[in-house]
C-alpha cells in the first residue's frame, strides 16, 4: 500500500493547506488506497528521513520501498493511473502536465509570498512596505489565469490533475478576497473543491492532527 508522510501537529492556521493534502486529494480521485506515517515535530530533521526528503517536508510517497518526493512529482506519479486526474491522448497529458506546472511556478510563489508576508511577517516595517505590491503582484498573476477561466468551467475540457493542483495553490490566500473575491475564480475554486474527493481527503487530514500543541508550542 503507498504510505504518504505528513505532519502530527501544524498551528491552526496551517491545517487544511499542508501539502499532503494534495496527494490526498489526487489519491481519493484515483482510487488508490494510502495510509500516512505521522512526523512529529524534529522527525523531519532525523538523518533517516533527510535522505528520503532532503529538506525534510512533507509529502514523500513510498511504494514498494521506493520513496518520492515533491508534490507536483507524485502528483503527476498518481495522476498516470487515472483516467479522472489525466486524459488518455497524448496532447490532454501535456496540457494537463503543463497546468501542474504553471500553479506550481506561474502562481504558486507570489500568492504564498502574499499569504507569508500576513501571516508570520505583517508587524515588520520591510512587510508592511513591501505588501502592496506584493498583493499587486499575486492580483497580476491571478488576473491572467481568470482570464483564461472566463467561460470555462475547468482549465481543459474537463477537470484533471491541473486543476486539482491549481485549486490547491487558489486556497493558500484565503485570508484574503483575492481568490473568492473574484467572479471567475471564485466559483472555479468551489467547483473543484466541492468534489467529493476533495472532501474526503481534507476531512483526512484533519484526522490525522494531533488536536494538543507539542510542549514547546504549547501556551501557557
Known amino acids: 500500500m ?6 502530527q501537529w501544524v498551528p491552526p492556521f496551517a491545517r487544511g493547506q499542508v501539502r499532503d493534502l494534495r496527494i490526498r486529494w489526487a489519491l481519493e480521485e484515483a482510487g488508490i488506497p494510502y495510509q ?18 532532503p529538506w525534510g517536508q512533507v509529502p514523500a510517497m513510498e511504494e514498494d520501498g521506493e520513496w518520492l518526493f515533491e508534490s507536483g512529482a ?10 479522472v486526474l489525466c486524459p488518455k491522448d497524448d496532447r ?3 496540457r494537463m502536465i503543463q497546468w501542474v506546472f504553471a500553479a506550481l511556478n506561474s502562481v504558486e510563489p507570489h500568492v504564498q509570498a502574499l499569504a ?14 513591501r505588501r502592496s505590491g506584493a498583493e499587486a503582484f499575486a492580483r497580476m498573476k491571478l488576473a491572467s489565469l481568470a482570464r483564461r477561466l472566463k467561460g470555462r468551467d475547468y482549465l481543459e475540457d474537463g477537470f484533471t490533475a491541473g486543476d486539482l493542483m491549481m485549486a490547491t495553490v487558489l486556497r493558500i490566500p484565503e485570508n484574503t478576497d483575492l481568490v473568492t473575491g473574484d467572479p471567475v475564480l471564485g466559483p472555479y475554486l468551489e467547483r473543484c473543491t466541492a468534489r467529493p474527493a476533495f472532501k474526503r481527503a481534507l ?9 494538543e500543541p507539542p510542549p514547546q508550542f504549547a501556551t501557557a
Open 92 to 94: 490532454g497529458r501535456a
Open 36 to 53: 500516512t506515517k505521522l512526523l512529529a515535530i524534529g522527525d523531519g530533521d532525523a538523518p533517516d528521513y533527510r535522505a528520503i526528503q
Open 203 to 211: 476531512d483526512a487530514q484533519f484526522a490525522d492532527f494531533t488536536a
Open 116 to 129: 507569508s508576508i500576513d501571516l508570520f511577517y505583517k508587524d515588520e516595517d520591510w512587510a508592511k512596505a
Open 74 to 83: 507524485i502528483l503527476l506519479r498518481i495522476a498516470e493511473r487515472s483516467e
Open 2 to 7: 503507498i504510505t504518504i508522510t505528513a505532519f
